[in-house]
């Protein structure tokens, strides 16, 4: 018999409306199936709702491949993982940029699968047994279709406990990836650690926020061939990590000066690298220490900036977070906007998938107001499109960011 999820009367609404997930409370019935099963979903009067993967272990019991009466094949996976390769030919200049997501998991329809292009390399993460149990497939599939010079696996991820599941690191096929991976990102070119760095090496969401924060500071703070270029502006980028950002903002200025601040001596070695491949690194200060202390000391010694970048980790992991992570955001916007000159640009984000937007600005806001200034947003951001978020899943969104000016 096939396996077979069925659903508690009136829970397969959300499923309906193509949600991707279904929780263990909303199941009645699993017959005959064993954890990383594709299974049939029916509702409770035995309509057939949706194919999916199965996993008893997980609060998330089953992912949904499709909502189509079709096999979960080499076929299917093919398919779905050459749309999300044409929709990123459609999105990105890969001209100019080399380095991407290709496969955003349920965004494209392929959950629990992270696809990252570095280069010539390709980083996978499995996140779920689902596709933990199609790995083999899922890395033919991958070499057939990008022929890439290597694939790195990097399923160190803390969701994988929750699956049962252990961490795996390491490569898949082909050449080992170098110790350092140069790519090219816009007009720059950046090292990536895919061994060893966050996530898959990188963050690739924020690629065209580095560049809208560096095309603001260009138009606030005065840059090459403006008309009132402020001289050597002082930016703080604060939770720096491989110093994205000011490479770009160094790009964007060519008198600008960076602080780069981060609590990872080995983030903060990869930005000044970053930086000296780019011909700024005499520009740039590397400061290695916890955000919450050294902007205070900051405070305390009077310095100011005239653009401040907050990109934190994420502070919120679970709903029972929320209040601690909101205070965390509220502290460390309320540092920044005393820090930043009158004028200046603050650029802040929260990474909290629970945080939403308007949660969010209501932060920021809270925070200017009690650090006295006054401030317009010129810009709200969001993930880039190569991380696309679904209609019918709404966790998908998870990156959002203001872009203040502050005007007194
Ligand atoms: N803006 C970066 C990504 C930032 S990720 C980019 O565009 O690539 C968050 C960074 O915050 C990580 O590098 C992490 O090492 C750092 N971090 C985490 N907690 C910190 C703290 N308390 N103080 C300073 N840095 C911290």
Known sequence: MTPTITLKPGKEKPLLAHHPWIFSGAIARADDAHDGDTVDVRDAAGRFIARGYYNSRSQIAVRLWTWNDEPIDSAFFRKRIVNAIDLRQSLIETDATNAYRIVNA??????????DRYSDFVVLQFLTLGVEQRKNEIVE???????????????????????????????????????????QEN?????????????????????ENRKRVAKDLTGFIGSVGAAKPVRSP?????????????????????TARVINLDASGDALTL??????????????????????????????????FDAIILDPPKFVHAQSQLHSGLRGY??????????????GILATFSCSGQVSAELFQKVVFEAATDAKRDAQIIAKLSQSPDHPILLSFPESEYLKGIICHVVA
């Open 187 to 207: 007009d720059s070119r950046l090292l990536v650690d895919v061994r060893r760095g966050h996530k898959t090496g990188f963050y690739l969401d924020q690629r």
């Open 271 to 304: 930005a000044r690298e970053n930086m000296r491949l780019n011909g700024c690194d005499e520009r740039g200060e590397f400061v290695d220490g916890d955000a919450f202390l050294v902007l205070r000391k900051y405070r305390d010694m009077g310095k100011s």
């Open 106 to 115: 349920e965004s494209d329809f392929l959950p629990g699968l992270i696809m």
């Open 234 to 254: 002082e930016i703080l980028n604060v939770f720096s990590y491989s110093g994205g950002f000011s490479v770009y903002a160094c790009a964007a200025n060519e």
């Open 141 to 183: 599939l991958v070499q057939e279709i990008l022929e890439p010079e290597g694939i790195y696996e990097r399923s160190d991820v803390d969701v994988r406990e929750k699956e049962g599941l252990q961490s795996v690191v390491g490569s898949l096929r082909g050449a080992e990836p170098t110790e350092l991976i140069e790519i």
């Open 330 to 343: 509220k502290d460390i916007n309320l540092l920044a906007f005393k820090l930043c000159k009158p004028g």
